[in-house]
């Protein structure tokens, strides 16, 4: 069974950091592509970031780029996502997502995540 373990969630002022990481288990990490979505109360699931299985292609969501950068080890089955100069409207509760066979054009979709961890809250306050 895999299991993916998100930490490092908490409240952090207007233009802090933070480090959330993700641990995988049960699976066979190597194979995965990883990415973070993100939820507020009454919307749907947004997609943040993505890391192909090797680490060399990466995708972000237009309003993060240059400020988030996501990362992997596969040696630790963990992937990261570095949060930096935070805003107010990053506030979510942050998820990570695994999924295998994964095309360029699929990273980005919720649906073609087949494994979620429990989700971390980051609150930005202004």
């Known amino acids: 069974q895999v299991q993916l373990v998100e930490s490092g969630g908490g409240l952090v002022q207007a233009g802090g950091s933070l480090k959330l990481s993700c641990v995988v288990s049960?699976?066979?990490?190597?194979?995965?592509?990883m990415a973070w979505f993100r939820q507020t109360p009454g919307k749907e699931r947004e997609f943040v970031a993505a890391?192909?299985?090797?680490?060399?292609?990466?995708s972000y969501l237009d309003s993060v780029k240059g400020r988030f950068t996501i990362s992997r080890d596969n040696a630790r089955t963990s992937a990261y996502l570095h949060l930096n100069n935070l805003k107010p409207e990053d506030t979510a509760v942050y998820y990570c997502?695994?999924?295998?066979?994964?095309?360029?054009?699929?990273?980005?979709?919720?649906?073609?995540?087949?494994?979620w961890g429990q989700g971390t809250q980051v609150t930005v306050s202004s």
């Open positions: 997502a695994a999924g295998s066979r994964m095309i360029l054009s699929s990273l980005r979709r919720a649906d073609q995540y087949a494994y």
């Open positions: 049960g699976g066979a990490f190597g194979t995965y592509a």
């Open positions: 890391i192909r299985e090797r680490g060399g292609t990466t």
